[in-house]
């Protein structure tokens, strides 16, 4: 069994920074990609963030040059620095992963974070 644990969520202000974690722990073989999708009141999920095992990344336009994903493999866990947040970023924040369990592939979600940009 596979299991993701997030952190990291919580209340900043306009202009500042948070950083989410998220780490798959369980019978892992390999894990393909890792992402952070986000969903806000009253809006479709949308992909924030994914890197996939080459390393490579792409971000949703609305995040580009103020979010920054990386992973470490050894630690099976995913970071989402986020800079220079808008109100417009207040989401949940759900992790996702695809994931190569004994024998079979997986996709993952986290259970969620709750990032409020307010003043």
């Known amino acids: 069994q596979v299991q993701l644990v997030e952190s990291g969520g919580g209340l900043v202000q306009p202009g500042g920074s948070l950083r989410l974690s998220c780490a798959a722990s369980?019978?892992?073989?390999?894990?393909?990609?890792m992402g952070w999708y986000r969903q806000a009141p009253g809006t479709q999920r949308e992909v924030a963030a994914r890197?996939?095992?080459?390393?490579?990344?792409d971000y949703a336009d609305s995040v580009k040059g103020r979010f920054t994903i990386s992973r470490d493999d050894a630690k099976n866990t995913v970071y989402l620095q986020m800079d220079s947040l808008k109100p417009e970023d207040t989401a949940v924040y759900c992790c996702?992963?695809?994931?190569?369990?004994?024998?079979?592939?997986?996709?993952?979600w986290g259970q969620g974070t709750l990032v409020t940009v307010s003043s």
């Open positions: 369980g019978s892992i073989v390999r894990i393909n990609s």
């Open positions: 996702h992963t695809v994931v190569l369990t004994t024998g079979y592939w997986r996709t993952l």
């Open positions: 890197i996939f095992s080459s390393g490579s990344a």
